[in-house]
């Protein structure tokens, strides 16, 4: 299967405050006919905790729209990085969770990512038992709309494996890993994620 090369929306508009990662909540129609002349064909969509109220993925006129110009430019919005969660804890906050995974299906959105990092950090066994129980509850809607949740997560091996033996949820998946070899990084993308696995570090040495 041929990987597609996507990038993350605010990256082809002009920064606000100096943000790397952003809804570009100006020119968020723009940056579809851009990334088409760039040869993109994936757009990560950002929901972030500034422009909640502004984003059109959160309205029935703004799905439309949005699906209109993915289908205009070839373009598919493939997933969302609820980036909101960096400042709202997961856990106090899963209502917009919810109504993303009743609804962007619509614009073609397949996976929702979400940062377990900021507010909503996973680092010990208290954390790590009341969040995957919120993950956990999302698996029959999941399911039912046929949605990926993917975990970015800031613990070390150990404590990713830990972690996922409180999460019973097989939406659920691992998005970026920090640190592995290239063989068992491949095989792992190849054969169980779709190459959607983000690998921040390969290892120089082979197995």
């Not at 956990?136 to 996922?164: H, R």
Request: proline share 3%; aromatic share 10%.
């Amino acid at each position: 299967m041929k990987s597609k090369l996507g990038i993350f929306q605010g990256r082809l508009s002009p920064s606000i405050e100096g943000k790397v990662q952003f809804f570009p909540k100006e020119s968020w129609r723009d940056e579809f006919p851009i990334a088409k002349s760039l040869g993109f064909e994936l757009i990560e969509w950002v929901l972030d905790k500034d422009s909640i109220l502004d984003n059109p993925i959160l309205s029935e006129e703004g799905l439309l729209e949005i699906k209109s110009l993915s289908d205009k430019d070839g373009i598919q919005v493939f997933g969302i990085c609820t980036d909101n969660y960096m400042v709202d804890p997961f856990v106090d906050n899963t209502e917009i969770l919810t109504q993303l995974i009743t609804s962007v299906g619509k614009a073609g959105v397949e996976i929702i990512e979400i940062p377990l990092l900021g507010a909503s950090l996973v680092e010990n066994t208290d954390q790590m038992k009341i969040t995957a129980k919120k993950l956990n509850e999302l698996e029959s809607i999941c399911t039912e709309y046929k949605m990926g949740i993917a975990l970015e997560v800031g613990l070390d091996t150990s404590g990713v494996l830990d972690f996922f033996e409180y999460i019973s949820n097989y939406n659920m998946q691992l998005l970026k890993h920090f640190r592995g070899y290239k063989e068992i990084i491949s095989y792992s993308n190849k054969y169980f994620y779709q190459n959607r696995l983000q690998v921040m570090k390969i290892r120089g040495k082979g197995i």
